[in-house]
């Protein structure tokens, strides 16, 4: 992954118009994300949002010191990709009309550890979770049979430790 | 004690030490409004909400406290807008207490419905909901906890009106705890400390840059100790106008795009700066690569998140400035450091003499910056000036000498024309002792001028310094400089008679057209009970200047229009 690839995780509170703020404090400040996420933690009443932005380090250091002023954010630290584990999840409908290119499509789906989770007359979705370079590989493999469709969630990351500020 | 939700926000406020509030009431704050009007709390009548905001603003900046402005749901809270983004921008702590239509109708587009918290969450260091009124006490605890420490700033409660109406058992706790909030101690690291002392103690041309951070945390005397022990002379940013008695030998006065050349070429040489309590602001710096870049910097804040942000900083210290400062100084003391003279001084004061010819008026007519010496001259040091933006604001910045922290109000940050009246107002009432004038533009004043009418009301004796060069000023200088001369809609025209119009209002009018008037009625100002508009006819032409053109350097700058 190249280096100007950042993740940054945050624990804030889980109470309305936090994601709001944040959201609104990265267009104000005009910083450019790839993904969010937001989910539960194992503390009630605390959720995580997992952003993923490209950008230099002053860059990113400014978005987390003003990400960190916001009262709901608790903690909020990058988390280095070689120390985290970080995954993201795709479904992606692929067009199968043809037998032959059907079984082709399931190897390589095999290949990836996927899973076809629905299948029509004329199309299977595959599903796929891992770092996004894994995703990106396989939507490039499976490009030339046809996508029909596609969602991604972005990335969720766990910090194998996570450090404070 | 169960009281409904109405009253509880009163009895926490009191708690909060609130004496006034500035408002206008509405229908979705009729119930607060019943409670207020059983209290001792005074409630000062604004008419129009953005004024009570920048009252609320001015009350805060002289007095140091939070300043608390209340308005209805809707259209009150919208017209608080421009209030609290100026508090914003200058981190002057205000609480703005706006009603909400009833829970049911949120969302639902009801009469009078605004999303106030969604409006102003950019310009606030919080905005919140209230959605029962058992939240009613932490959340007004909360809201003057967040805006009044740390770096300071507005903070925005939304109140349903059903929520007032609601019964809650009142507990008001001193201590709350908010998860994300950590209230600095402002101590500053010893490691960053050490690191400081190191360039200081080896700098040639030290100088301090004072923003508006220094009188936030009320740090001018250990400023003053401080560069007098290392013989550093301070400019300031707008902001930190006051920070140093502008008459100080070590002053050099405000720095940046009408700053003094002086101080903007003592920033050019200097080899160690200590900026505190500044965010590097573009007005102030002019073109990043070119400021300051013959030092090293050593930069004070409070906020982390303005260390690097603007400025590439040498030795961070996340500090408040006051802490920071003595430990500085007690360091300094410590190890027997001082300096009794040095040829940087020499320097510096070579060049205020050398340009101090450049400042005098030449030419016919009424000279703003004169006017200003004049003022300087007559009122006492404690008075508290306010300005409206533009040319009057940036003749009173650069001519009108600051003697005491606290006493120069101004919309830095925002620059929100129609200013200096309202925050007049809130000055007056923050020092009812203390004369105020608000030294405003014809333009400016035109935007806020109906609140004449609360100064009246309430026997709030300030006075307006009109300098009426009937235009857009400052834009119409850019123009004339920038522009070729084509005037694009800065020409006022038919500006009002002034003196009629406060005539009007119930105040006093008095056209001046003599430096002799000028004084006559300044001086009678003093002892006015009521609030005196003095209205001065100067001419458009008339520049701000020295000027830096912007993203030019010092080195562009234009002395003569
Ligand atoms: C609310 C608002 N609108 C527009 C501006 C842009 N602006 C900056 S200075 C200025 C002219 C101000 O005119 P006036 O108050 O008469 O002051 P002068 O420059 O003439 O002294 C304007 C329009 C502003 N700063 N604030
Ligand atoms: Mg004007």
Known sequence: ?165 | MRILGAKAIVEALKREKVEVIFGIPGGATIPFYDALYDSDIRHILARHEQCAAHMADGYARVKGVPGVCTATSGPGATNLVTGIATAYMDSSPVIAITGQVPRSMIGKDAFQEADIVGIVTPITKYAFQITSASQIPDAIRTAFIIANTNRKGPVLIDIPKDVQLEEVDFDYSERIIIKGYVVRSGEPHPYSIKRALGLIMNAERPLIIAGGGVIASNASEELIKFSELILAPVVTTLMGKGAIPENHPLCLGMIGMHGRVEANKAVEEADVIIAIGTRFGDRTTGKLEEFAKNARIIHIDIDPAEIGKNVKVDVPIVADAKKALSVLYSKLIEVGYSKKESEWIKRVNYLKEYYAPNYEEKGEGLKPSKLMKILRNIIPGKSIITTGVGQNQMWAALHFKVLEPRTFITSGGLGAMGFGLPAAIGAKVAAPDRPVFDIDGDGSFLMTEQDLATAVSEAIPITVIILRNKALGMVRQWQCLFCNKRYAYTDLGNTPDFVKLAEAYGAEGIRVESYEEFETVIRRSLNAEMPVVIDIPISPDEKVLPMIPPGGSYKEVIWYG
Request: no cysteine; glycine share 6%.
């Open chain 1, 1 to 165: 992954m190249v280096n100007d690839f950042h993740i940054i995780s945050a624990l804030v509170e889980d109470k309305p118009g936090v994601l709001f703020r944040v959201t609104s404090l990265i267009r104000r400040r005009n910083f450019n994300i790839n993904t969010i996420t937001v989910g539960a933690t194992e503390k009630e009443g605390i959720s995580r949002i997992t952003l993923t932005m490209r950008g230099d380090e002053k860059t990113v250091e400014q978005l987390i010191k003003q990400l960190s002023k916001i009262p709901d954010v608790i903690k909020i630290s990058e988390v280095k990709p070689e120390e985290s584990v970080y995954r993201e999840l795709a479904i992606i409908r692929v067009s199968a009309e043809d037998p032959l290119k059907r079984s082709d499509i399931i190897n390589y789906v095999n290949v990836f550890r996927g899973r076809i989770v629905d299948v029509s007359k004329d199309s299977l979705t595959i599903e796929i979770i891992g770092r996004p370079t894994k995703i990106n590989a396989f939507i490039e493999i499976i490009k030339g049979f046809g996508i029909i469709e596609m969602a991604r969630t972005g990335i969720v990351a766990l910090p194998r430790k996570l450090k404070t500020e």
